[in-house]
């Protein structure tokens, strides 16, 4: 009796640790197979410092496409702060709004203008629900004094909440390349770190669904990945959730800017129905990739990148959505393509530095030090 009994020990023992190797084993497949999952962001774990606080009101200032003055061309210009006019035009706006930037941090918001869709034959009777979508921006000037830049969606003129964030970017044309990238923050939408108080400026895109059948979307920026002394990191967005926009910053600290911040793509996973985040850099450090994750309900999206490339010699990509196939822009990046599958250190080749990205009236614009700079725009529709 007793041998039996130590036998039946001595097959549960060894049963037991066959089972628990295939536990491991099963695990660390899974952690290799899905490379970099995104993280839940622990509340505690946000990248806005205390001190980075500005206590200032963060106000709205709405404008519509018609207000803008004749002489400003929205085919012409790349950036909605460098030009002169453009910089007059807000000065306006901000006096005759009542506001001033000793008391408030401004953001500007514009509607995109209204395209009429030219549906495919196939969906044309089947269509009960659009994207529209919006730009919402600033710079140094339109909150002068913050340390870090700040945007959150919402339309004053119309109080509609229905506006969500889908996109980010952040644009440093001063610095030699030296940037932080830019970041979504729980209760802040969009932000950047100014490494000074001259120049930066950030856009975001601001969207929603006019539905006959109660669609929405809702998005969210709570998962995350972060390494340190690496050069690439990957986040992907949950099951049943789709990546409309993508962020990245370089660094947890102030003091940390760099200028082989290579940028921030949409990616979609092989073989599978998941889409999320690749970022690189070009020297070995820290990186933080979050995905704007959009859930819709009672209908469908389906997104897509479009990539503008440079002309030889020139140092600005531009790119759009297919507005007339109902696509609309949902975010913008500026990356140096033929870095961002480089991700051993000793083995990266130098094709120039990425100033980022502006969003434009709609328009996807990125900047660099040379032609390999790339504009990625992520173009998303609702579909039957």
Known sequence: ????????????????????????CGVVF???YNANPAQSMPQNNALMQENEIDDRELVTIEYDMDELPPSISTADITSLHDNDEMKQFHQELISKSGYNTDDYKIQFFVMDKEEEAEADDIEA????SALK???????????????????????RRSGDSAFKITGCVAYDPDNGGKRWGESGDYNIDCYTRQLNDQSTQLSG???????????????????????????????????GQIAVGCTSTVSDRSSEHTAAFSGVERVIRPNQDRSGCFAQRGDPGYLWAVPYCATVTNANLKCKMVEGTAF???????????????????????????????????SIMDYGISYGANIVYGRCVAFGSSDAIVAQATCCKVAP
Request: aromatic fraction near 8%; include cysteine; charged fraction near 20%.
């Open 312 to 346: 030889a010699g020139q140092t600005i990509a531009h790119s759009r959505c297919e507005v007339k196939k109902g696509f609309q822009l949902t975010d913008c990046n500026g990356i140096i393509k033929d870095e961002m599958d480089q991700c051993t250190a000793g």
């Open 1 to 24: 009796t007793d041998k039996n009994g130590a036998n039946k020990w001595y097959r549960f023992i060894k049963y037991s640790s066959i089972l628990l190797i295939l536990i491991i």
């Open 30 to 32: 899974y952690q290799m």
């Open 125 to 128: 009777d089947t269509i009960t």
């Open 205 to 239: 895109r601001c969207c929603k669904i006019e539905s006959t059948t109660s669609a929405s979307i809702s998005t969210n920026y709570h998962y995350y990945n972060s390494v340190s002394n690496q050069e690439c990191v990957k986040s992907i967005c949950p099951s």
């Open 133 to 155: 979508c919006g730009t919402m921006y600033t710079d140094s000037n339109a909150q002068s004094g913050s340390y870090a830049l700040q945007l959150k969606c919402r339309a």
